[in-house]
């Protein structure tokens, strides 16, 4: 059968779907990406926020069209949406045939041949029709329903928490340019963070055997990746879960001496498990991307109580100062939430002296979502939507600013950067990064002044800046 696969959400979720597209493909399905012409449709969900939710809800509506234009017969419904609302999915669109959550990527074969649903076909008897879902909202009264992100009050997930991880035999079919893949180091979280649910629909931390993961850099290396990007709830957590002090460190030291690999990349570390032998060995090992990720969430003390995070704006004051010491020339990545119940505007004052005091090269800013499930719940959502905007638009502007003036200073500076592909807005452009920079979720690098036919994707090469546009930079290549 010919399947059709769409991931939506972060990078782990992407991994899992690589994962599933390999099970697939190894069972001797066929892959297709025109979901017209796919026997078998999977939307593989995300649900961390609002928006992310909506986009799943909305992903699998368009989808289950398809059971009635298209040539598709089974809809499988996979991922953090499927964990944490399947009973409401299965009752409100019956043209899905099948529902997996997190803990049950391996399935995948079975649900694609699985008998067909007792809905029968979109569109047929027997079938329900696809009406637009009707949601409760944070602030409605109960009965009050509309359009909102939320399938229901209640959380429907099973009763235990996965416990799956792939390993370096589990066959995936990558899905990113041949040149860079995510590995997946551990999976799950053991932190209990008001706004987050991830604990619940990801289960609790567990570390993959050094081994797996060299296994697997090794075969990747062998393919062509040249940049490999190491994710997990907290990455660097790695090990402690399985009491081995220091497993992250070694384990970066050995993926060093992997033969083909260009950039080692971290992504989500956290501030309470950043130790001194990991900075040590970014700062030692050549390629190590001297790249830090830290979510810290907020600045403001307070806040970070109410947030159940750790830390105070002076301990991370002393933990940024710490990194910048031990690994010269570090780019440093945040995230931060605005409009967590409670937040003033002397929070958010505090919040913007903090961007500005520390200069990180990247950050992203998400408003608070109020997710059931989770402690936040329990607190009064009382930042108004518009509010929250705001906040994440003075931010954002803040840091636009500061990264601008930063990047007109780096005119005339070597640097080495990967060819990712063409520009998508100019035939003799293309585009790619420096190691400070992460795919997707960071600015990129336009290469002018160029063959553009002399490069491949996953060339590294040498270039001068010359200019740039607020985040991104303009570079032309150096004989």
């Given at each position: ?5 769409i991931s ?9 779907s690589?994962?599933?597209l390999?099970?697939?493909q ?6 297709t990406?025109?979901?017209t ?8 969900t995300?649900?961390?926020i609002?928006?992310?939710?909506q ?8 989808m ?9 017969r089974r809809?499988?419904v996979?991922?953090c949406?499927a ?10 669109i019956?043209?899905?045939d099948a ?7 391996p ?10 649903s007792?809905?029968g076909r979109f569109g047929?008897p ?10 409760f ?13 939320a ?9 235990t928490?996965?416990t799956y ?10 899905a990113?340019?041949?040149h ?5 180091i551990a999976?799950g ?12 629909l990801?289960?609790?931390?567990r ?9 697997e850099a ?6 062509g ?7 997990s709830?907290?990455t660097?957590f790695?090990?402690i ?12 030291r ?9 950039w ?5 570390l956290?501030p309470?498990?950043?130790d001194?032998d ?5 700062a ?7 790249y830090i ?6 600045a403001?003390n ?5 947030m159940?995070r750790?830390?105070?704006?002076q ?12 690994v010269?020339?570090?780019a ?5 939430i ?11 004052q ?14 992203g ?5 109020h997710e059931?499930?989770t402690s ?11 509010v929250?905007?705001?906040r994440?638009?003075s931010?954002?502007g803040?840091?636009?600013r500061?990264?601008?003036k930063?990047?007109?200073?780096r005119?005339?500076e ?12 100019h ?8 190691s ?5 979720i ?11 036919s002399s490069?491949?994707?996953?060339d590294?090469?040498e ?7 607020e985040?991104?930079?303009i570079a032309?290549?150096l004989a």
């Open positions: 059968m010919k399947i059709g696969l939506l959400g972060c990078p782990k979720n992407l991994v899992d690589e994962v599933m390999g099970l697939a190894n069972a001797g399905h066929d892959l990406n025109d979901p012409a796919a026997d078998v449709l999977v939307v593989n995300c649900a961390f609002d928006s992310a939710k986009e799943s809800i909305d992903t699998i509506l368009e289950a069209q398809h059971k009635k234009e298209g040539a598709c809809l499988i996979t991922g949406l964990e944490r609302y399947r009973d409401e999915l299965k009752a409100q019956p043209e899905i529902v997996l959550g997190t803990g049950e990527v399935e995948i074969v079975g649900a694609i041949a699985g008998p067909p007792r809905h047929e027997g079938s329900g029709s696809v009406a637009p879902l009707r949601f909202g944070a602030h409605d009264a109960p009965g009050t329903q509309h359009s909102a992100q399938p229901s009050t209640q959380h429907s997930a099973r009763s928490l996965p991880i792939y390993d370096a035999d589990t066959p995936r079919l990558l990113t340019p041949r860079y893949a995510y590995v997946k999976e979280c053991d932190y209990k963070c008001a706004f987050c649910i991830i604990p619940t990801r289960g609790q931390y570390s993959r055997p050094a081994d797996s993961i060299l296994t090794r075969a990747l290396a062998a393919r990746v040249k940049e490999l990007l190491l994710i709830q907290d660097t790695y090990g879960d399985q009491r081995e002090r220091g497993a992250l460190a070694r384990l970066l050995q993926l060093n001496t992997v033969d083909g690999l260009e080692i990349r971290l992504l989500y956290y309470t498990t950043i001194e990991t900075l040590a060995t970014i030692e090992c050549d390629k190590l991307c001297k990720d830290l979510p810290l969430q907020h403001s307070a806040v970070l109580k109410r159940k750790p830390g105070t704006r301990s991370y004051d002393q933990l940024l100062g710490r990194i910048r010491q031990r010269p020339g570090v440093l990545r945040t995230t931060f605005v409009g967590f119940p409670g937040e003033t505007d002397a929070d958010m505090e919040l913007s002296a903090f961007v500005g005091d520390h200069a990180f090269d990247h950050i800013v998400f408003t608070y979502s059931e499930g936040a719940f329990e607190l009064n959502d009382d930042v108004p939507a518009r929250k905007k705001a994440r638009s931010v954002m803040l840091q636009k500061l990264v601008s930063r990047q007109r200073a005119v005339g070597r640097a080495r950067m990967v060819i990712d592909g063409p520009s998508p807005d035939d003799l452009v293309l585009k790619g990064r420096l400070s920079q992460a795919p997707d960071d600015a990129s690098v336009y290469l002018t002044d160029c063959d553009p490069f491949r994707p996953g590294f090469i270039v001068a800046i010359t200019g740039n546009r985040y991104d930079l032309r290549p």
